[in-house]
């Protein structure tokens, strides 16, 4: 019955080619993460298996942000189950399991490649992978149960937003805690010599299996008394809709009309997109900040380029101009063009990414010393750079459109939106390494100005001459 209640709620289809290709893609990570430490770190394995743990509940724990409260509460599905005799207790641990599967096969994955390093020590490897497999449970019932109690005690009119507070809020905290823990760690090596003095699993496992079990009670109750009536607050406040009048539009352009109501009728969707590149602005500023001496890129202007191309990179509205967008499955046989449906999708995504330029761009000028002209010229930088970013995040959704089972779940973005993230850093870093090493006889501002208006260039003659790539 769980695989039926996987096909309905979390519409799975991966085969079993596809797991066995993450098994394979697993255990290489696995196996090439305790090659790099045990060939760069000159310390006993004992020594990180600690930050092997810490990284492994690290990733686990992003992951279980982004899914369980998707999954769990704003899940669109789950309604469609609810009319069939089936207890909500079971629909509650089907997903939850398969998240701790998922979890346990990257526990197995992390520890189990150290046996090909040290075998004498697979008896600790074993009870370190079960230890931070249980602390991973731990996080997931806690999630869940903070979850359920937004759901079921928020007031209804703002279900959404405490949704996203607690998921990107949360996010946000995992990452700067993360960063905060493994800089000093990987830059001073003695700190590995006191971790394994201070963790050591057979210690606390008692306590660990003591608060999983009381947990486990209080998500049992919790589940019992206030899941349903929650979901459904999370769904009228989806789905809910208020009669009123309905005024004509002025806007005449036809493609701008459907990709402006798209987004303004997605409230979600506006405000996680502001709140979010805000967000993004003041913490990779501060991480920058802090440790910008150890990424050993030098030059005039970096610390305010990197981070202001992270922010155009990050833009939810085009990173789901298609996964967001209903009506897609009606442009094919529609007499309009789909590649102009995707030019003002592209307009509208830098349209809203280009208030976050504008105000950090206001912040560097009220902040730091700048001449006219490098202040132009950063600005040029930031709206090519959000053009080119809005076009990417909306070209590989065209691409490769996700199905979503909540609205509130297009709100982290899709993968999508990671690589036009990698793919901008990657150009920027280029642009200042060329810089750098004086490869390129032009100073960083004009070379990445020079470059950004290149690449819209060429992004601007694919929509215009590219009819077979937008089947037209």
């Not at 769904?235 to 809910?240: A, E, H, I, L």
Request: charged share 15%; proline share 3%; glycine share 6%.
């Amino acid at each position: 019955m769980n695989r039926t209640l996987y096909k309905i709620l979390l519409r799975s289809k991966n085969s079993t080619i596809v797991w066995i290709s993450y098994v394979i893609v697993g255990g290489y990570m696995g196996y090439l993460l305790w090659y790099l430490w045990s060939r760069y770190i000159s310390e006993p394995v004992s020594s990180y298996r600690m930050l092997v743990s810490f990284l492994v509940i690290w990733l686990c724990t992003i992951a279980a942000i982004y899914q369980i409260p998707d999954q769990l509460c704003t899940n669109r599905y789950i309604k469609n189950v609810l009319c069939y005799p089936i207890s909500h207790k079971i629909i509650v641990s089907a997903i939850l399991v398969r998240i701790a599967v998922i979890q346990f096969g990257i526990c197995f994955m992390a520890f189990g490649s150290q046996f090909l390093f040290s075998p004498q020590q697979g008896k600790d490897a074993l009870l370190a992978g079960i230890t931070c497999w249980l602390l991973v449970c731990i996080g997931d019932m806690a999630i869940a149960l903070i979850s359920i109690i937004i759901s079921r005690f928020s007031p209804v009119s703002f279900e959404g937003y405490g949704f996203i507070s607690f998921q990107y809020g949360s996010f946000l905290a995992v990452v700067i805690l993360a960063v905060r823990a493994i800089v000093p760690i990987l830059s001073q090596t003695d700190i590995l010599l006191q971790m394994r003095e201070i963790w050591r699993p057979e210690k606390y496992l008692f306590s660990i299996l003591l608060s999983f079990f009381m947990l486990m009670i209080c998500l049992g109750i919790a589940i019992k008394y206030w899941y349903i009536r929650g979901y459904l607050n999370v769904q009228n406040f989806q789905y809910g809709s208020v009669g009123k009048e309905i005024k004509p539009t002025r806007i005449k352009n036809p493609y701008w009309l459907i990709e402006w109501k798209r987004v303004t009728r997605n409230k979600e969707l506006v405000f996680f997109s502001n709140i979010k590149n805000l967000l993004t602005i003041v913490v990779l500023s501060i991480l920058l900040f802090q440790n910008f001496g150890q990424f050993r890129l030098e030059g005039v202007y970096v610390m305010e380029m990197l981070p202001l191309v992270s922010c155009c990179a990050v833009n939810t509205i085009s990173s789901t101009a298609y996964s967001g967008d209903m009506n897609r499955f009606y442009y094919a046989f529609l007499p309009i063009s789909e590649r102009k449906i995707f030019l003002w999708k592209t307009v509208q995504g830098f349209f809203f990414g280009e208030s976050t330029v504008l105000l950090f761009w206001i912040g560097i000028i009220l902040f730091r010393s700048i001449p006219v002209v490098d202040a132009c010229l950063l600005l040029a930088y930031g709206s090519l750079m959000n053009y080119a970013c809005s076009w990417m995040g909306g070209f590989l959704d065209y691409k490769a459109p996700r199905m979503a089972n909540s609205t509130n779940e297009l709100l982290h973005g899709n993968t999508g939106k990671i690589i036009v993230l990698l793919v901008s850093i990657a150009l920027t870093v280029m642009e200042i390494y060329l810089t750098d090493k004086q490869i390129i006889s032009v100073s960083l501002l004009p070379f990445a100005v020079i470059t950004s208006i290149c690449v819209v260039m060429i992004e601007v003659s694919c929509c215009m001459f590219g009819k077979e790539v937008f089947h037209d």
